[in-house]
C-alpha cells in the first residue's frame, strides 16, 4: 500500500521492513516534529525556558510509557494530518519537544522537537487481532532501554495507516513529562486540532507547578529505579498477557458473592482483588512460603487532594500499597481482599503527608528486596484516552503496548468503543506473570469466572 504522508517521504528515504505475526510494517525514516513558529493569533513563541520538575515529577521513574489507539475508521491523509496538528500542540505544550536534564531536575524547553515515523502496514486492520496489535512493536517508536535516558527525545510518535484505511498511533513518552490525565489531555488537542484546526481546545496548559502544599513527598513504599544509571541488572522477563475480568465475576462480588458481604465495592475494586488472588496462587507458591510478602499496588490521582491547577499535566500521582503476605492473599476470600483494598483507599489521603497507611514500615523487616512478590496496577478506564477523535470518531480499541517493563504491572485498559466487539468484561494487558506461571494463572481467572457463572 501506498503511503499518504508525501510531506514526510521521498525517493531517497529509507524504507525499514519488519515483520511481526504475519503483518509486514513498512517505515518512513523518522523525521522531527517542531513547534509550529507561532501560535494562534499569530503570536510568536516565547523564548527558550525551563521547566522545574515537581515534587510528584521527581519521585516518577524515567520509564517508557507506550500506547495504541487502534482507529477502524479512516480520515484523510492520517499521518500528515496528525504531524500538522502535533507540530501546533506543540507550540502550546512545549515540554514535550524539549529535553530532559534529570541531573538539574528540569526540562529545557529548547523546541528540538519529538520524534514521528509514518509507517504503513500489509493488512486490513480487521485482520489483526487486539493481541496481534500488542505483540507488534512496529507499532511504535520505542526507547531502547528499560529507562529513558535524557538525551533520548521525550514523545515519540507513530501512525501506520492499515490497507482498509483504519490506522494505528503509537504514542511513546517519557513518564516524567506526563502522567496519564496529563498525556490525556495533551493529545485530546493534538486531536482536537487535526479535527477541527481552529484553537486549541479548554483547558489552557499548565507544566509548571511546585507542588503546593505538597513541596516534601514522603519516599515511596516500593521503590523502582529511576534512572539507567540506577537499574543495574535487567529485570527476568515476563509473559504478556492480555485478559478479561468477565463481568458476571465483577457483579457477583459487587453483589455480595464470594464473600465480599454488605462491602461497598467499586469495579476496580473487583479486578483488582481478582487480579491479586489469581496471581498470587500462581505465581508465588503461597503453600511453601506462606509468610512470604505479596503486596498490591495501585497508582491514585492525587490532583484533586494534592490543589494541582487546572490543565496541569505534569506528574501528580502516588502508588498506594495494600500489605499482606502470601498466604493470607491466596487463602482468603475475594471479599476480605476487597476489605483490604478499601481500607487502603481510605488512607490515600496519607500519602501526601507520611506513613501511606503504614505500608514502609510494614515492608521494612523483609529479608530480601521485593520485585516479583508485588505487582502494581494502573487504571486507564477515565483518562479519556478513549474518546480522542482525530477525524473519523473515537479509537475502536485503546491498548497499553509493553515490551520489557521495571516491574511487575497490569493497565485496566478503556473500554471497547461500543460495537467494536468485546462487552465481555474489563480488558486488563499485564506482564506481571513469568512465563511459567501464564497457564496457572489464566486457570485461576478461568475458575473463578465459571464459579460466578454457576452462581
Known amino acids: 500500500m501506498n503511503m499518504t504522508c508525501n510531506a514526510l517521504e521521498s525517493k ?11 503483518v509486514v510494517v513498512t517505515k518512513a525514516s523518522p523525521v522531527v516534529v517542531r513547534p509550529s513558529p507561532q501560535l494562534e493569533l499569530g503570536t510568536p513563541l516565547p523564548p527558550h525556558d525551563t521547566v522545574a520538575l515537581s515534587p510528584f515529577d521527581r519521585l516518577v521513574p524515567h520509564i517508557p510509557a507506550t500506547s495504541l489507539f487502534v482507529f477502524d475508521r479512516p480520515i484523510h491523509e492520517p499521518a500528515e494530518t ?3 496538528a502535533l507540530s501546533r500542540a506543540l ?3 512545549r515540554p514535550f519537544a524539549g529535553y530532559l536534564d534529570g541531573a538539574g531536575g528540569i526540562i529545557a524547553c529548547t523546541d528540538d522537537g519529538a520524534t514521528f515515523v509514518a509507517a504503513s502496514a500489509s493488512c486490513p486492520l480487521r485482520e489483526a487481532t487486539a493481541a496481534a496489535l500488542q505483540e507488534m512493536d512496529d507499532l511504535a517508536v520505542l526507547y531502547p532501554g528499560l529507562l529513558c535516558r535524557d538525551a533520548d527525545p521525550l514523545l515519540m510518535v507513530q501512525v501506520t495507516e492499515f490497507a482498509c484505511g483504519g490506522f494505528v498511533v503509537g504514542v511513546t513518552s517519557n513518564h516524567v513529562v506526563a502522567d496519564g490525565v496529563g498525556m490525556s489531555q495533551f493529545l485530546r488537542a493534538v486531536a482536537d486540532l487535526a479535527r477541527d484546526g481552529v484553537a486549541l481546545p479548554p483547558p489552557s496548559p499548565v507544566r509548571a507547578w511546585d507542588g503546593g502544599s505538597c513541596r516534601s513527598l514522603p519516599a515511596p513504599a516500593l521503590n523502582v529505579p529511576k534512572s539507567p544509571a540506577a537499574a543495574e541488572h535487567e529485570p527476568p522477563r515476563l509473559a504478556r498477557l492480555d485478559v478479561v475480568v468477565p463481568s458476571s465475576l465483577i ?3 459487587k453483589a455480595g458473592g464470594f464473600g465480599a458481604g454488605g462491602e461497598q465495592c467499586t469495579t476496580l475494586d473487583a479486578v483488582m482483588a481478582v487480579l491479586w488472588y489469581c496471581r498470587t496462587r500462581a505465581a508465588l507458591s503461597p503453600a511453601d512460603d506462606a509468610d512470604s510478602p505479596a503486596p498490591l499496588k495501585f497508582v491514585c490521582n492525587m490532583r484533586a487532594l494534592a490543589g494541582a491547577p487546572a490543565g496541569y499535566y505534569g506528574n501528580c500521582i502516588r502508588a498506594q500499597v495494600v500489605v499482606a503476605t502470601a498466604g493470607a492473599v491466596a487463602g482468603r476470600s475475594i471479599g ?6 478499601r481500607r487502603a483507599k481510605e488512607k490515600i489521603p496519607d500519602l501526601l503527608s507520611g506513613g501511606g497507611g503504614g505500608a514502609a514500615a510494614d515492608l521494612a523487616p523483609a529479608a530480601t528486596p521485593i520485585w516479583y512478590e508485588a505487582f502494581s496496577v494502573t487504571d486507564w478506564r477515565y483518562l479519556g484516552l478513549d474518546a480522542i477523535d482525530f477525524g473519523g470518531g473515537a479509537p475502536a480499541r485503546v491498548l497499553w503496548h ?5 516491574e511487575p504491572g497490569c493497565v485496566v485498559c478503556p473500554p471497547r468503543r461500543a460495537g467494536g466487539g468485546g462487552g465481555g468484561g474489563v480488558d486488563v494487558t499485564s506482564m506481571f506473570v513469568k512465563p511459567e506461571h501464564s497457564d496457572a494463572f489464566l486457570g485461576e481467572l478461568a475458575s ?3 464459579s460466578a457463572s454457576a452462581e
Open 82 to 84: 496528525i504531524r500538522r
Open 91 to 93: 507550540a502550546h505544550y
Open 336 to 341: 476480605d481482599l476487597v476489605r483490604l483494598i
Open 448 to 450: 473463578l469466572a465459571a
Open 251 to 253: 457483579r457477583q462480588i
Open 402 to 406: 509493553i515490551k520489557r517493563i521495571l
Open 12 to 22: 531517497a528515504m529509507k524504507q525499514e521492513l519488519s515483520t511481526m505475526s504475519g
